[in-house]
């Protein structure tokens, strides 16, 4: 698609690249914006226009130029991004081609006990933020679901970090 500005200037309005069964605004990638359709060109339902992560921008640019998915940097996506990449591949019908599932992406037992260690560290050096509590928090919650923590040791640690 062309539009024409006064006359003697010709611009490009965007471009959409083809992802599976749906289209991907690639421009809006660079300004942090998900904007995908239908391949006719209707909106998804289930994937309103939505502002990502830099992470998550840099995930689909990757996606759409190389056709390969970088689970890597898929692990660093916060939790409603990892939501929204599942339905993206869900609904874009890429899940078997790209050997898609979210367990791919969720952190593993290991993965969680450093993030756990890391984080006690930084409370015990006198980081109390409420960013690093509330993450350690998330994080105490997840292992509690693996059962690397028991139930009544979990909450005790999170009713802990309360008092911080």
Not at 36 to 63: D, N, R, V
Not at 93 to 103: A, E, H, M, R
Request: aromatic residues 4%.
């Amino acid at each position: 698609m062309v539009k024409i500005v006064d006359g003697l200037n010709v611009m490009n309005a965007g471009k959409w690249y083809r992802c599976g069964k749906i289209i991907i605004h690639y421009d809006n990638l660079d300004d942090l914006k998900l904007n995908c359709k239908y391949a006719t060109g209707s909106q998804i339902p289930k994937l309103p226009k939505t502002s990502i992560s830099e992470e998550m921008s840099a995930l689909l640019m990757g996606l759409l130029d190389t056709q390969e998915l970088n689970f890597q940097l898929a692990k660093q996506l916060k939790d409603n991004e990892k939501d929204l990449l599942a339905q993206l591949m869900k609904t874009s019908g890429l899940s078997k081609q790209l050997n898609f599932t979210k367990s791919k992406i969720e952190p593993s037992r290991s993965d969680l006990k450093l993030r756990y260690n890391v984080l006690i560290g930084e409370i015990e050096a006198g980081n109390n933020s409420t960013i690093i509590v509330q993450e350690l928090k998330a994080v105490i919650e997840k292992l509690m679901k693996l059962n690397v923590i028991e139930q009544s040791q979990g909450v005790d640690m999170i009713d802990e970090l309360k008092d911080i």
